[in-house]
Nanobody
Framework: QVQLVESGGGLVQAGGSLRLSCAGS????????VAWYRQVPGNQREFVAS???????NYADSVKARFTISRDDAKNSVYLQMNDLKPDDTATYYC?????????WGQGTQVTVSS
């Protein structure tokens, strides 16, 4: 099972940008569908974006046109470029990797957007 480590979170003002990274622990990372989710305390974890091994991306409506997911399989990494951040984007962001019935989660990285 692949291990995932997120990085890149932090504090940013509204309208700013952050780039999150998710590093996978094993080769053949490109066979996994990798997604970003986010969660605010007291709320359910919600889908943000996903990318397949062939590079097909999918986004939640709330982040379309502002966030971009990409992957660099040579580095076993997936990225989430977040632009025009809003206070509502404040959450802990989690990386998820899925292959058939196998699923892994990272530990999360905090993103805080101040108004």
């Amino acid at each position: 099972q692949v291990q995932l480590v997120e990085s890149g979170g932090g504090l940013v003002q509204a309208g700013g940008s952050l780039r999150l990274s998710c590093a996978g622990s094993r080769d053949a990372f490109n066979v996994y569908v990798v997604a970003w989710y986010r969660q605010v305390p007291g709320n359910q974890r919600e889908f943000v974006a996903s990318i397949t091994g062939t590079g097909s991306a999918n986004y939640a409506d709330s982040v379309k046109a502002r966030f971009t997911i990409s992957r660099d399989d040579a580095k076993n990494s997936v990225y989430l470029q977040m632009n025009d951040l809003k206070p509502d984007d404040t959450a802990t962001y989690y990386c998820n990797a899925r292959l058939f019935d196998l699923e892994s989660w990272g530990q999360g990285t905090q993103v805080t957007v101040s108004s």
